[in-house]
């Protein structure tokens, strides 16, 4: 089955600062990825996805990174916000039409 | 903007119960998805449905489980025999052109 990994499952930070937070694969045949925001007791919130034909996407206050060669892939987050604080969770779809989701990172948004 | 519905937000039942979970997915999609997530672990695939059959199933998706679509609009999860360990979130998802939705979930608790 799929790896889908995130560095850290803890972020902390200043409310106001930028975050980041990484996601690795492992299947080269990955070709659609996307950031998902989760809060207590809800559903996957859909932040910003990319394809494997691009590199950057950007929407408001946050932009992902994709690096094929490394398989890596980054949500970055301007000017942090309490509402910001959740669960994070990349996911990527192969050509299998279902998505495999990563173990999540936890922002905390310091006031 | 269009929804999945999820019925109930939470379901409690005693072991070896049976149960149903529902979701309406959105109405011009025609993927349709179940995912478990337990407490504090990553989003896992259960099941995807395609063209009125199962087109992909994981290995937790054993003969315990099943789902129909019996209606056109309704999408259900049948568990038969429940067991403690299938205490999780379950979130029903559907994919169309603008990619995928999940909906809020129900909380399983099996007693």
């Known amino acids: 089955g799929e790896n889908v990994g995130l560095h850290l499952p803890t972020l902390s930070v200043q409310e106001g600062d930028n975050s980041i937070i990484n996601c690795a694969y492992s299947n080269s045949a990955s070709d659609y990825f996307i950031w998902y925001k989760q809060e207590s007791g809800k559903g996957p919130q859909f932040i910003i996805d990319i394809r494997s034909n691009m590199d950057k996407r950007q929407g408001q206050r946050v932009t992902v990174l994709l690096n094929k060669t490394v398989k890596h892939l980054s949500l970055q987050i301007a000017a942090t916000q309490p509402g910001d604080s959740a669960v994070y969770f990349c996911a990527l779809e192969a050509d299998d039409y279902k998505l495999s989701f990563g173990a999540g990172t936890t922002v905390t948004v310091r006031a | 903007e269009p929804e999945v519905t999820q019925t109930p937000s939470h379901q409690v039942t005693q072991m070896g119960q049976e149960v149903i979970l529902r979701c309406v997915p959105i109405s011009n999609h025609l993927y349709f998805y179940w995912y478990r997530q337990i407490l504090g672990q990553k989003v896992e695939f259960l099941v995807s449905?395609?063209?009125?059959?199962?087109?992909?199933k994981s290995e937790i998706f054993d003969d315990q489980f099943s789902v129909e679509r019996p209606d056109g609009s309704n999408f259900t999860l049948k568990i038969r025999s429940t067991k403690l360990e299938d205490s999780a979130m379950y979130f029903c998802?559907?994919?169309?052109?603008?990619?995928?939705?999940f909906g809020s979930g129900t909380r399983l608790t099996v007693v």
């Open positions: 449905f395609y063209n009125n059959e199962i087109s992909e």
């Open positions: 998802a559907s994919k169309g052109g603008g990619g995928y939705t």
